[in-house]
């Protein structure tokens, strides 16, 4: 689907997503042990605004940790800082294996 713009909602999940997917998990590695990772095991996107054409940026921030999850947040703002997408994402722990 797209907005009246013409940025396809997917594109906007598909950006948070990515950014989530390296942000948000360097900011959880960052916080926990060594010898674990993270994967994704939930993502929740909520459309705010028609996204204009042009550059699109995404921030991130753990907001809790347990042993098991790390649960984040995510906002994509236009050229004009204009939040235009929020996301959230839950993020499983795991023990290496060697």
């Known amino acids: 689907m797209r907005?009246?713009?013409?940025?396809?909602?997917?594109?906007?999940?598909?950006?948070?997503?990515?950014?989530?997917?390296?942000?948000?998990?360097?900011?959880?590695?960052?916080?926990?042990?060594?010898?674990?990772?993270?994967?994704?095991?939930?993502l929740q996107v909520e459309y705010l605004k028609p996204a204009s054409p042009g550059v699109l940026t995404a921030t991130a921030r753990v907001l809790e940790q347990t042993d098991r999850d790390v649960q984040t947040e995510s906002e994509l703002r236009d050229a004009d800082c204009v939040v235009v997408a929020r996301g959230k994402a839950t993020l499983r722990v795991l023990a290496r294996r060697d």
Not at 24 to 29: E, F
């Open 3 to 42: 907005d009246a713009n013409g940025v396809p909602e997917d594109m906007i999940t598909k950006l948070l997503d990515e950014h989530r997917t390296l942000e948000s998990m360097v900011a959880a590695l960052a916080i926990l042990p060594e010898g674990v990772f993270v994967v994704h095991s939930a």
